[in-house]
């Protein structure tokens, strides 16, 4: 069956800090995606990345970056010199292929709160 | 370009009404997924549409169901509502269907079930 775990519930930072949200998933797919979102207070969903079963490069964006590992099934997502701004909830993602259709269905792990105090 | 957008943002019913959540896809998207969010359970997945047909449903009862008009805009419907269908409903659309489109969500719409 499918799954993601973010076991980190709530992490608290202060400002500059460097954070890492972790992320582990289940699949037993050859080919599927993992995506990380953010939710702030607002409560819109805001995509952040989306990265395919064959690309395991890490990527960075500004101060945002993700580590893909498929040897351990895990796609972290760091951010660097972190800021009040930065304070939301983030949820990782997965989708995958249901018989030989390619799903949009996104299964989402509970979420990591992060919150960066000045 | 104008993102996706759900209406109502906000709706009060009683326990045993039924309910229609409507949500317009990003202009030139043909694919639309629901989803509920709630404290307890996080998100999880209701239905995906893609060319007004329902590719994928997830495991909710069925007095959950949707549809999607041929301009791509999307509607769903809670019947017979129970306070366990308090939640967030998240509608979000993507260019095409699958895993490898990124999907884009509205604000949602906030139920509330007295």
């Known amino acids: 069956a499918q799954k993601v775990t973010q076991a980190q519930t709530e992490i608290s930072v202060v400002e500059k800090e460097d954070v890492t949200l972790d992320c582990v998933y289940e699949t037993r797919d050859t080919t599927y995606y993992l995506f990380w979102y953010k939710q702030p207070p607002s409560g819109d969903l805001v995509f952040l990345i989306r990265r395919n079963s064959f690309d395991e490069q890490n990527e960075i964006s500004g101060r945002y970056s993700w580590n893909f590992q498929k040897s351990t099934s895990s796609f972290n997502f760091t951010i660097t010199a972190s800021q009040v701004v930065d304070s939301a909830v983030y949820f990782c993602?997965?989708?995958?292929?249901?018989?030989?259709?390619?799903?949009?269905?996104?299964?989402f792990g509970q979420g990591t709160t992060l919150q960066v105090k000045p | 370009k104008a993102g996706v957008t759900q209406t109502p943002r906000y709706l009060i019913k009683t326990r045993g009404q039924q309910v229609t959540l409507s949500c317009s896809p990003i202009?030139?998207?043909?694919?639309v997924s629901w989803y509920q969010q709630t404290p307890g359970q996080g998100l999880q997945f209701l239905f995906e549409y893609f060319s007004e047909t329902q590719r994928n449903k997830g495991n909710f009862p069925g007095r959950f169901s949707g549809r999607q008009f041929s301009n791509s805009r999307s509607e769903m419907n809670v019947s017979t509502l129970e306070l366990g269908d308090s939640a967030l409903y998240l509608c979000a659309s993507s260019f095409g269907a699958g895993g490898n489109n990124e999907q884009f969500f509205g604000p949602g719409t906030r139920l509330t079930v007295l």
């Open positions: 202009s030139g998207h043909r694919s």
């Open positions: 993602a997965l989708s995958f292929s249901i018989g030989s259709s390619n799903t949009g269905k996104l299964i």
